[in-house]
């Protein structure tokens, strides 16, 4: 087993700037702060995750990110530490399912260990208003 990285908090507005140095250093897209759902945890200097809560009892997963500069097994222990909170959030919200969207084959490996049921291949549009 690889290090394991158990120190995650609430994400706060103040930890915006450390995750946007991640995306512009794995070369994405820094997605608006607005954008970001209330609902996320950050292990620091290693990675985040975020929930929103949809209508109908559902939750998205979204916003992974990860700092390339640390190692690669605390990001893995991380992104699974927080995958856990996640779906024990939506449990407490009485939420009755959580879904994920990507292109990434990382979270698609990761949300296959979490039990998560590949519903097939789509692509995700966006238009800003």
Not at 10 to 16: I, L, N, S, V
Request: charged letters at 25%; a neutral charge.
């Amino acid at each position: 087993m690889g290090e394991l990285y158990t120190f995650v908090r609430a994400y706060r507005d103040e930890d915006f700037d450390e995750l946007a140095s991640w995306y512009e250093a794995w070369g994405q897209k820094v997605p608006k702060k607005e954008f970001l759902p209330s609902l996320g945890y950050i292990a620091e200097g290693v990675a985040a995750g975020f929930m929103y809560n949809v209508e109908n009892k559902l939750g998205l997963i979204d916003f992974y990110i990860s700092n390339p500069k640390s190692k690669t097994s605390m990001r893995d222990s991380a992104l699974d530490h927080i995958t856990r909170l996640l779906i024990c959030d939506a449990g407490f919200k009485n939420l009755k399912a959580v879904t994920t969207t990507t292109k990434l084959q990382a979270i698609k490996e990761r949300a296959k260990k979490h039990n998560f049921d590949n519903i097939g291949e789509c692509t995700m549009l966006f238009r800003g208003i």
